[in-house]
Structure formats: structure tokens, C-alpha cells
């Protein structure tokens, strides 16, 4: 079964500055079938980011994914105010279709 | 406007069963592996269950033998039938679907919350 590690657990920027979110895998991923979500408090998970590095439509273009193999990562270009939230990645494609433990992205 | 709404949440007692319900507006859901996902308050998301369009079905350990999903085509919905509850399993439900060919779940519910208390 494949783990996945998200870091850092929390992440203090602000508006404009660029973020680096990171999930590594105890395993490779197959296909890089790696997603990445935007939750907000007492919202579901929005899906951002599939296939490691696709974008969603609707996504805004300052987020990216990039990655393969066991290290994938999340970038926001330039944190806008809506931005701050939890992020988490999931790998899918084949059971188990596990969550990394989240990222938490405040304002500082 | 595409949506997935739940229902069937609540509080139940330790041991109890409890069906959770799904519904699709907007999209045909045969055409889309559907999920369950649950987060505890506080918590991260975790995965519970998936069907496929093929009608296979898969389990977290967390809840494999307690739990059973199911999807009903022809009226657009799908379900979580849990047994054997425990305090461990209160947390916000949410269901999910994924356009089939190996995409993760685009579409979510709003989620609906199960408390197993006495």
C-alpha cells in the first residue's frame, strides 16, 4: 500500500509570495496518477490538479503540479488571499486511493 | 448545473447501520467511478470506497467487511450502507465521482455528517 507524505504540515506565507507544497509516495505512482485539493473550512475538496501536473478548467493558471515517479509537488505562483487553505494530494487510479495527511497553507 | 447531493447522515447508535445516499443532477452517473471519502473534525480526508463503471468495488481496511457501496443507475444515485458502527466512523461523509478512464473525483456532495454516540 502507498503512503503518501505530505510537507510541510503547515506553510505560513503571504499574499504574493510563492508556495511550494511537496507529497512524496513510499512507492512510485503508477502513471502518475497523483491529484492534487484545495479544501476550505466547511467545504468539500476541490480538485485542482490531476495526472500530476494537468490543470482542472477552471483552475487558475498560478497553480501547477509537477512531479513523477515517488516527489511530486504543488506550486502557487503568487498566493492570492482566496488561496489560503488546506491542500491535499491523493493517488489514484488503483485501490487503495490514499490522501496524504495535508498541507495547511495560512497567512502569515 | 452539475451536483452530487447526499443524505441519510445522522446520529446512530454504537453497532448500528446507517445508509448513506447519494444523488446525481447534471451528469449521467453510469459514466463515472463513484467514491466515498470521510474526514473526521479536525482531520484529513480519508478515502473509504470506490466503485467503477465496471461494477467493481474496493475498500479502505479501516471498513472493508462493515461496509458496502452500491450505485443504482437507473435512478442516478449511489449509496454507503455501513454496519457495525463504531465511535471511530463519526465524521462528515462526502461522496465523489470521477469521469471514467482512470480520473480522479471532479464532482463532490456537500457532505453529511454521521455521529455514532449513545
Known amino acids: 500500500e502507498i503512503v503518501l507524505t505530505q510537507s510541510p504540515g503547515t506553510l505560513s506565507l503571504s499574499p504574493g509570495e510563492r508556495a511550494t507544497l511537496s507529497c512524496r509516495a513510499s512507492?512510485?505512482?503508477?502513471?502518475?496518477?497523483l491529484a492534487w485539493y484545495q479544501q476550505k473550512p466547511g467545504q468539500a475538496p476541490r480538485l485542482l490538479i490531476y495526472?500530476?501536473?494537468s490543470r482542472v478548467a477552471g483552475t487558475p493558471d498560478r497553480f501547477s503540479g509537477s512531479g513523477s515517479g515517488t516527489e511530486f509537488t504543488l506550486t502557487i505562483s503568487r498566493l492570492e488571499p482566496e488561496d489560503f487553505a488546506v491542500y491535499y494530494c491523493?493517488?489514484?487510479?488503483?485501490?487503495?486511493?490514499?490522501f496524504g495527511q495535508g498541507t495547511k497553507l495560512e497567512i502569515k | 448545473e452539475v451536483q452530487l447531493v447526499e443524505s441519510g447522515g445522522g446520529l446512530v447508535q454504537p453497532g448500528g447501520s446507517l445508509r448513506l445516499s447519494c444523488a446525481a443532477s447534471?451528469?449521467?452517473?453510469?459514466?463515472?467511478?463513484i467514491h466515498w471519502v470521510r474526514q473526521v473534525a479536525g482531520k484529513g480526508l480519508e478515502w473509504l470506497s470506490t466503485?467503477?463503471?465496471?461494477?467493481?468495488?474496493y475498500y479502505a481496511g479501516s471498513v472493508k467487511g462493515r461496509f458496502i457501496i452500491s450505485r443504482e443507475n437507473a435512478k442516478n444515485s449511489f449509496y454507503l450502507h455501513m454496519n457495525s458502527l463504531t465511535a471511530g466512523d463519526t465524521a462528515v461523509y462526502y461522496c465523489?465521482?470521477?469521469?471514467?478512464?482512470?480520473?480522479?473525483?471532479?464532482?463532490w456532495g456537500q457532505g453529511t455528517l454521521v455521529t455514532v454516540s449513545s
Open positions: 465523489a465521482a470521477g469521469a471514467v478512464g482512470n480520473f480522479p473525483p471532479g464532482f
Open positions: 447534471g451528469f449521467t452517473l453510469s459514466n463515472y467511478d
Open positions: 466503485i467503477t463503471t465496471a461494477d467493481d468495488s
Open positions: 512507492q512510485s505512482v503508477s502513471r502518475s496518477y
Open positions: 495526472s500530476a501536473s
Open positions: 491523493q493517488k489514484y487510479g488503483s485501490s487503495p486511493y490514499t
